[in-house]
């Protein structure tokens, strides 16, 4: 049974990295490459050199990959790299694919910029943030960044991605002498990684509250009894008043907040009701501790 419920999540993984590289690509060559819209990374560098040489996008994402995968070998190991390898094979092939049998045959579905960029880099990211849940990446400088997040966790993968690909962006500007396209797909990679850090991050955020209350007990009850979140109790003492009070703390998902404001709200309309956010909460409820950093 054990070796069958491997086998089985193996194969869930890989379908999983299958349909990911497949959105993937999809927002690359059905979107970007056919409107010269350079998204950073190899990709964008592959799309570069296709809207010069006409090689098609794939095949260059691929051979530019080469070097990456053998650091990447070296980095973190054979068994981390097979994955990446076949999700850069997959994607590069999925591009191809769909060049020669959507573009060619069908068309550009569309040629206005803003809209190819949005469209294309909201897929690409959830593409991406498919795979790195399946602790892959899509090969490029995705394994460069996982690399330096294993140096600096404090820094969300979205961040390193701005910074790296702008520069390929704005080489962009000057080797295919359009500001103008340019832009756009700055535009694509804001889009990209914002929709990398919501799918990858988003389930992790909640919001934080301090609830500071004359009727502290009536508002907990409730709290407990309704929503069923977790409440702690934090002893505290008034500066001015100099009387002791308990003050609320929790933490709860931002679909429940709504519903512990209107409780705080009916039981004491004077509450001091404190709301900040929480981009990553462990523990029981929310995220493990032994989850793998992405």
Same mark, same amino acid.
């Given at each position: =049974?054990?070796?069958?419920?491997? =086998? !089985?999540?193996?194969?869930?993984?890989?379908?999983?990295?299958?349909?990911?590289?497949? /959105?993937?690509?999809?927002?690359?060559?059905?979107?970007?490459?056919?409107?010269?819209?350079?998204? $950073? $990374?190899? *990709?964008?560098?592959?799309?570069?050199?296709?809207?010069?040489?006409?090689?098609? *996008?794939?095949?260059?994402?691929?051979?530019?990959?080469?070097?990456?995968?053998?650091?990447?070998?070296? !980095?973190?190991g054979? !068994?981390?790299?097979?994955?990446?390898?076949?999700?850069?094979?997959?994607?590069?092939?999925?591009?191809?694919?769909?060049?020669? %049998?959507i573009?060619?045959?069908?068309? /550009?579905?569309?040629?206005?910029?803003?809209?190819?960029?949005?469209?294309? $880099?909201?897929? =690409?990211?959830?593409?991406?943030? /498919?795979?790195?849940?399946?602790g892959?990446?899509?090969?490029?400088?995705?394994i460069?960044?996982?690399?330096?997040?294993?140096?600096?966790k404090?820094?969300?993968? $979205?961040?390193?991605?701005?910074?790296?690909?702008?520069?390929?962006?704005?080489?962009s500007?000057?080797i295919?002498?359009?500001?103008?396209?340019?832009?756009?797909?700055?535009?694509?990679?804001?889009i990209?990684?914002?929709?990398?850090?919501? /799918?990858?991050y988003?389930?992790d955020?909640?919001?934080?509250?301090?609830?500071?209350?004359?009727?502290?007990?009536?508002?907990?009850?409730?709290?407990?009894?309704?929503?069923?979140?977790?409440?702690?109790?934090?002893?505290?003492?008034?500066?001015?008043?100099?009387?002791?009070?308990?003050?609320?703390?929790?933490?709860?998902?931002?679909?429940?907040?709504? !519903?512990?404001?209107?409780?705080?709200?009916?039981?004491?309309?004077?509450?001091?009701?404190?709301?900040?956010g929480?981009?990553?909460?462990?523990?029981?409820?929310?995220?493990? %501790?032994?989850?793998?950093?992405?």
């Amino acid at each position: =049974m054990n070796e069958y419920n491997r =086998m !089985k999540g193996t194969l869930i993984k890989f379908m999983m990295i299958t349909f990911g590289a497949l /959105v993937y690509a999809m927002g690359i060559s059905i979107f970007l490459d056919p409107n010269n819209l350079a998204p $950073g $990374g190899t *990709t964008g560098i592959a799309i570069i050199i296709n809207s010069i040489t006409g090689l098609k *996008t794939g095949t260059l994402v691929f051979l530019i990959n080469i070097p990456i995968l053998i650091f990447g070998w070296w !980095k973190f190991g054979i !068994k981390f790299i097979l994955s990446t390898m076949y999700v850069t094979v997959a994607s590069s092939f999925f591009m191809n694919l769909m060049n020669e %049998y959507i573009i060619l045959k069908y068309g /550009v579905i569309t040629h206005d910029l803003l809209l190819s960029g949005a469209a294309g $880099g909201s897929l =690409m990211a959830m593409g991406m943030a /498919v795979v790195f849940r399946q602790g892959a990446t899509t090969g490029g400088t995705d394994i460069i960044i996982r690399a330096l997040r294993q140096r600096y966790k404090h820094i969300r993968s $979205g961040t390193i991605f701005i910074i790296t690909d702008a520069i390929i962006v704005s080489a962009s500007a000057v080797i295919l002498k359009n500001v103008e396209i340019a832009l756009y797909a700055a535009i694509t990679i804001v889009i990209s990684n914002y929709v990398l850090d919501l /799918v990858l991050y988003g389930g992790d955020s909640a919001k934080l509250l301090y609830i500071i209350s004359s009727r502290q007990e009536q508002i907990a009850k409730r709290i407990l009894d309704e929503i069923d979140i977790g409440i702690t109790y934090l002893k505290a003492e008034g500066a001015y008043t100099e009387n002791e009070k308990k003050i609320i703390m929790c933490v709860c998902r931002k679909y429940n907040y709504t !519903k512990v404001r209107e409780i705080v709200k009916e039981e004491d309309i004077d509450a001091f009701f404190i709301v900040s956010g929480a981009n990553e909460v462990f523990g029981d409820g929310y995220k493990s %501790y032994l989850s793998e950093e992405i």
